[in-house]
């Protein structure tokens, strides 16, 4: 990025001044930007790990229509039960990780469905992930309507029982989830546009499945790169885990921009991600970006992978946004330096 900055500012010098040697410096800059960036993916190519870990990712495919439907609940589970036993059966997976509220029921409250989700973990010996939501009572904010505090959750269930904490989402869709302003406008509590109103997780967690960590990402957290950089300084994770429902974006462009987000949070954190959405796109990445076994839309399916790591911190992870910034306040710097110069009609260099 930093190089590619570079070429555009000495471009923009050759734009406004015709001399030849800015052709020589411009055109360089660019073939450094590119030599280096094969360089460094080629080092990271040969870098990466690959480890006994393996992760199979469960696209359950329910429509958006009809997914939180009661008469629905039944069918989504065996749906999820049958996908397992085939992936197990076929693949032997150390991990299987269900979609954003794959199973549409408070799953720790209905011990009907949790006891059913436990029976299917102790039958195929295999951890199962999975979104679901999540109900707590607690105090009531001024306007609230109920008495209860509603998340947007995920866990780990293994074959030994419970793994861990609950982990609530931490970034809320606005409106979608949350309806923006509550606490300052109470009465915004009664306006119903269909938002779920969930409240918002305070704190990052990992899970450890076979010697390795993960942090998982609900949604469009994996959009939020200083949320990956927070979350990484925290837990050091092996790998992500993002889910995600996707669904209401049926077959938009939406769908594959945030997919794609996924790319940019492996280069950024050289960490693999895995991710899984309910009606697709779910694929997962190694430390290179490079996007393994990505589904189609609305498939019904599975996919399954090897862990891939690769050691060493990215400067990203080290220093955010610093060095972009830098060069960005240069090159800024440099465009009001011509325009100056420009407009009083002096000669640069």
């Known amino acids: 990025m ?142 609230q309507l109920d008495s209860y505090l509603y998340f947007n959750a995920a866990r780990l269930f293994s074959p030994d029982g419970f793994t861990g904490e609950n982990y609530y989402k931490n970034i809320l869709v606005p409106f979608g989830e949350r309806f923006p302003f509550l606490s300052m406008f109470p009465i915004l509590w009664k306006l119903d546009f269909g938002q779920a109103n969930f409240e918002r997780g305070e704190s990052s967690v990992s899970y450890e499945v076979k010697d390795y960590t993960f942090s998982p990402l609900i949604c469009f957290e994996i959009v939020f790169p200083l949320h990956l950089k927070k979350v990484f300084k925290e837990h050091k994770p092996d790998f992500w885990v993002n889910i995600t429902n996707d669904a209401w974006f049926h077959r938009s462009i939406g769908t594959h921009q945030h997919a794609v987000m996924a790319v940019f949070r492996a280069i950024e954190t050289r960490t693999s991600v895995f991710r899984v959405a309910n009606t697709g796109y779910s694929f997962f990445t190694t430390p290179n970006g490079e996007i393994h076994q990505m589904t189609e839309l609305f498939e019904r399916t599975s996919v399954t992978g090897n862990l891939f790591t690769y050691k060493g911190i990215t400067p990203f992870l080290s220093w955010g946004y610093m060095i972009p910034f830098l060069f960005l306040t240069f090159f800024a710097l440099q465009i009001i330096g011509v325009l100056i110069f420009s407009f009083t009609r002096k000669r640069i260099w």
């Open 2 to 143: 930093s190089f590619l900055i570079l070429a555009v500012n000495y471009l923009f010098y050759l734009a406004i001044s015709g001399k030849k040697r800015f052709y020589i410096i411009a055109f360089s800059t660019l073939l450094l930007w590119f030599i280096a960036g094969n360089v460094r993916l080629n080092h990271v190519q040969k870098n990466m790990e690959r480890k006994d870990l393996t992760i199979s990712l469960i696209q359950g495919n329910i429509e958006q229509d009809i997914k939180w439907e009661d008469d629905m609940l039944d069918t989504t589970f065996t749906i999820y039960e049958e996908l397992s036993k085939e992936t197990v059966e076929r693949y032997a997976p150390n991990l299987i990780v269900f979609p954003e509220s794959a199973l549409p029921v408070y799953l720790l409250i209905w011990r009907e469905y949790l006891l059913q989700l436990m029976e299917l973990v102790l039958e195929i010996d295999t951890p199962i992930f999975t979104g679901f939501p999540h109900a707590e009572t607690g105090n009531r904010h001024k306007g």
